[in-house]
């Protein structure tokens, strides 16, 4: 017995397999990047690495509980301000840099100094 494919079905097919790989990179960039939310609702995209200074963050994305931020990638911080949240992703790419052997300054504003310790304390970075 013999099969024969329609060119019509080849092309569905070919259309079904780009909208799949499509998907999973999708998928895998969703993966590498982890989305930060503010108090006031601004959200910072960041690398997954840089995110993972943070103990608390990494614990809210590793964990095997089955959350919603380990799921989704996103994590929202109802008590950070938008300000804070800013400074402390600086800081998450600056770590990287210094861990690899680049020592620059990491400036930060007086008038943050309080609020940013106690986020600090929080995130435990």
């Not at 614990?59 to 008590?79: A, C, I, Q, R």
Request: proline share 2%; aromatic share 10%.
């Amino acid at each position: 017995m013999r099969f024969s494919v329609s060119k019509k079905s080849r092309a569905v097919a070919k259309a079904d397999a780009g909208r799949e790989r499509r998907r999973r990179r999708r998928r895998k960039k969703m993966r590498e990047t982890v989305k930060l939310i503010s108090m006031e609702g601004f959200e910072f995209v960041i690398d997954r690495e840089a995110a993972m200074v943070s103990q608390t963050i990494r614990s809210m994305l590793t964990s095997p509980g089955g959350f919603s931020e380990s799921k989704e990638g996103v994590v929202t911080f109802p008590d950070i301000s938008t300000t804070i949240l800013e400074k402390i992703c600086q800081y998450f790419y600056w770590s990287i840099q210094y861990s690899r052997g680049k020592e620059t300054e990491f400036h930060i504003e007086p008038e943050l100094t309080l609020e940013l310790m106690m986020a600090a304390n929080y995130l435990h970075t």
